[in-house]
């Protein structure tokens, strides 16, 4: 099957850490991204991994268990503009796949 | 660096009429990425081109949608005729061969059909 999970919506504290979980059903696997969208703009690339482990990029880290078919973007020391919609994409035999994406809300 | 140029960004027509969509990747991206985002959903693939060829139309309504990219850089988006069900956001993307992990879109044209 080709089918993301990923909570609808995660609430978190401005200033807190927050972890958006992502598990896959899908064959022929190769890697995992992630995006962030803000209402209206256009999808902006974070992260990706290929390999298990932890990726970090400033606030912002991605893991991958790829026996576990899972993986989660981890953002750190939330600010107010980290309000947005986060997907997890599968690469798939030279394909991406989305996820139907979490709305992250923060509270001040 | 300019970043991939859509046009236009909003677009109102009555059902049954046709509409255009155009998507200029960045430069030196030979791989064009056409999506539909429905409200509140992730972006689903229509086609993809390398270069000038489609590799992966398999997800495109053939009856109604088409698109080229005829010199393997702009590339359009056509709908005709347009239904009520085809209101969505229609994203672009472009990113280099072989890196489709990491995309880059266009703002997307928004599109209402009445």
């Known amino acids: 099957g080709q089918s993301l999970e990923q909570p609808s919506e995660v609430t978190a504290v401005e200033g807190a850490i927050v972890q958006i979980n992502c598990t896959y059903q899908?064959?022929?696997?190769?890697?995992l991204s992630w995006y962030q969208q803000h209402d209206g703009g256009a999808p902006t690339f974070l992260s990706y991994?290929?390999?298990?482990g932890l990726e970090e990029t400033g606030r912002f880290s991605s893991f991958l268990s790829r026996s576990d078919s899972y993986g989660y973007l981890l953002l750190q020391e939330l600010q107010m503009k980290d309000s947005a919609s986060y997907f997890c994409?599968?690469?798939?035999?030279?394909?991406?796949?989305f996820g139907k994406g979490t709305r992250l809300h923060i509270l001040p | 660096e300019a970043g991939v140029v859509q046009s236009p960004r909003y677009k109102i027509i009555e059902k049954k009429q046709p509409v255009a969509f155009w998507c200029n990747p960045i430069?030196?991206?030979?791989?064009l990425y056409w999506y539909l985002q429905n409200l509140g959903q992730g972006p689903e693939l229509l086609i993809r081109?390398?270069?000038?060829?489609?590799?992966?139309d398999s997800q495109l309504p053939k009856d109604r949608f088409s698109a080229e990219r005829l010199k393997g850089v702009d590339s359009t988006l056509k709908i005709q005729p347009a239904e009520l069900g085809d209101s969505a956001v229609y994203l672009c993307?472009?990113?280099?061969?072989?890196?489709?992990?990491?995309?880059?879109f266009g703002p997307g044209t928004r599109l209402l059909v009445l």
């Open positions: 993307a472009s990113s280099s061969s072989g890196g489709e992990e990491t995309q880059y």
């Open positions: 899908t064959s022929g696997f190769y890697g």
């Open positions: 991994n290929a390999l298990d």
């Open positions: 994409a599968v690469i798939r035999d030279d394909k991406i796949i």
């Open positions: 430069s030196g991206h030979n791989t």
């Open positions: 081109y390398e270069n000038e060829e489609a590799v992966d």
